[in-house]
């Protein structure tokens, strides 16, 4: 097994100051030329060095969209169910779309980081690849529901919910869910011995919208559980939506409005 490469102090510190987006980048490109000269260890030298050659030639590492995901498919335990085939069709589905070639027409001089389509598929609601601030953000869901199974007031499903959604109540202490609170995370599912909880509808949220920047935005969710049917053609949605709206390669967030995300909500 190769041997992972050491960084020195001041070299994770300069590291930790690139931006989040471009840092994982950044960070493997470090240790790869580090690598290339003979090194095991990298400085704030080696940092400095690539650091100035990839933000020079920026402009040849953009592909004009970004899907970033979690590492819920490398054993999550939060994990609801795997997203990975939804994350190949969409990238065949930006790919195919050349978003590229319309930014190349619409921007004055290279393309940074930011003129890319951002999107994130996060494979639970915690949401560590940040779908809340990319412009389009994927996060799975499963709706719980109660069957007929027999409630047995353990109390686990209880214990299991972080939102305080799921309460015991009547002479049976059926279990009732708080859908305003709940975040469909599948726990109290997975919590319950007896059956008496179980998912009732599984597929995904979608938020729209999202940004960082000078101006940020949270993004705003679409009501309702998609499949993944669902959710490509929403994609697709929103590429046919940026092909006409942009003009300068403008964030996709900044050209959709509240009134234009009211539209998509109702068709």
Known sequence: MEKPMEWTEQAEDAIAKVPFFVRKKVRKRVEKEAAQTGKNQVTLGEVKATQTRFLSGMD??????????????????NRIASADDLVEQIEALFKQEDILSLLRQQVKGDLKFHHEFRVAVAQCPNGCSQPQIKGIGIIS???????????????????????????????????????????MCAKCVKACPTGTLATATQGYRVQLG???????????????????TQVIEIVKQCIRFYREKSRHGERFSNLLTRAEFEKMVQK
């Open 141 to 183: 869901a499963a709706r719980p529901g109660v069957t007929e199974e027999a409630c047995i007031g353990c109390g686990a499903c209880v214990d299991a919910c972080q939102e305080g959604a799921i309460a015991l109540t009547g002479d049976g202490e059926q279990p009732e869910i708080d859908f305003d609170r709940c975040l």
């Open 210 to 228: 999202g940004r960082l920047g000078r101006h940020p935005r949270l993004a705003m969710e679409l009501p309702g559980i998609h499949t993944q």
């Open 60 to 77: 040849a590492e953009i592909k004009g969209y970004q899907v970033e995901t979690c590492f819920g498919s490398e054993g999550c335990p």
